[in-house]
Structures are given as C-alpha cells and as structure tokens.
T-cell receptor
C-alpha cells in the first residue's frame, strides 16, 4: 500500500524556536492535511491544503503556523515560535478527493517543546 | 455538545466476544462518516466507511442513523489483535475530519 512519509519521527526543541515538520504525500494525491494529537487527547484538525493554498484551517492554526509545498512534492508545517503547549504528535494526511473518502496518515512527528 | 461523542471505555472483553461501540455527532449537515483504528502512539488507520444502508467487512459491521445522528460499530468474534482505540470520525463537509476521543478496546485471552 502507498505510504505518506513524515520526517523527523521525533523533534525536541526549546520554547521560542522555529520547527519545520516535513511530509512526502502519496504521489497522485491532491489534498493535504495536518492534524495533531496531544498525549491522551483526540486527533485535532489543523489545516487543509489544495492547489497550493489553504482551503480551511482551525482555530489552533494561528499566525505562528504556516504550510507550504516548497518544491511541489514535500508538504511542510512550520511553527515559528514554539510554545510548551505545541508539544504533540503531528500527523500529515493526504487524499485523492475532496470528500476525504480515504485519508492516508503518515506515522507522525512527535514534537516535544522544552 | 461535543461535535463527536464516544464512550472512552475501556471495554474489556474475552476473545470471541461480540462488542458494540456507539458514537453521536452534533452537526446534522455532516456528509460522511468513518471508523478509524488507532494503536498506541501510532497513526489512525481507516477501518471502514459508514453508510446509511449499513455495511459489513468481515467481522466488522457499521451502521449510520442520520435521523438520530448516531453511528455504531459491531465487532464479532473478537481477536486479541482487535485491541486498539476505535475512533468515530465525521466529515463536516468543509474538508476536515472531526475525530471523537475514541473508545478503547481490550481483548483478553
């Protein structure tokens, strides 16, 4: 089965530092998403991205967050100035259609902000 | 009211048992519905989509009741490998999936 690849698997950073989380989508997928899961809590939607622009974002996705496809293949999530409460597992997901009929999730990046 | 609500469990069942999970959702405009499975500290994986007509995949049966805004998952003949957290997921129609907190299942020998 095709896979969504995320790097790094773990990221430890100091509060206030910038982090970039990377995702390689499945090649023929057009819709890209970031979700996060704080330990012990539910999976939460952050942002959806289609045709090189954000199509929807949640309240969590404030000005400290940004997404882009810098080279047309990788899909990145940047957090400009990390806070303690940004510590979570971040999942990239990709899909072929707009209705999320099947989303493929990457194995996640565990971000720890100290 | 939470957007997607599930009993967190855990449900402790012996191998071979039948177990049912329920889920309610608040947005009546929701368009599509899914059950995902999540193993500890792993990514969610799609188990099955849920349709009004009901659908079955081997030992798993899912049902949707739009009038009651209620979704169910039935697992027959539970296996040890079914131990996981089962996530009720709703597509609210704006390109985002809303996840429930999940129901934890523990199947014991």
């Amino acid at each position: 089965e095709p896979e969504v690849t995320q790097t790094p698997s773990h990221q430890v950073t100091q509060m206030g530092q910038e982090v970039i989380l990377r995702c390689v989508p499945i090649s023929n997928h057009l819709y890209f998403y970031w979700y996060r899961q704080i330990l012990g809590q539910k999976v939460e939607f952050l942002v959806s991205f289609y045709n090189n622009e954000i199509s929807e974002k949640s309240e969590i996705f404030d000005d400290q967050f940004s997404v882009e496809r810098p080279d047309g293949s990788n899909f990145t999530l940047k957090i400009r100035s990390t806070k303690l409460e940004d510590s979570a597992m971040y999942f990239c997901a990709t899909g072929q259609g707009a209705r999320n009929e099947k989303l493929f999730f990457g194995s996640g990046t565990q971000l720890s902000v100290l | 009211r939470k957007e997607v609500e599930q009993d967190p469990g855990p449900f402790n069942v012996p191998e071979g048992a039948t177990v049912a999970f329920n889920c309610t959702y608040s947005n009546s405009a929701s368009q599509s519905f899914f059950w995902y499975r999540q193993d500890c500290r792993k990514e969610p994986k799609l188990l099955m989509s849920v349709y009004s007509s009901g659908n079955e995949d081997g030992r798993f049966t899912a049902q949707l009741n739009r009038a009651s805004q209620y979704i169910s998952l039935l697992i027959r003949d539970s296996k040890l490998s079914d131990s996981a957290t089962y996530l009720c997921v709703v597509n609210t129609g704006f390109q985002k999936l809303v996840f429930g907190t999940g129901t934890r299942l523990l199947v014991s020998p």
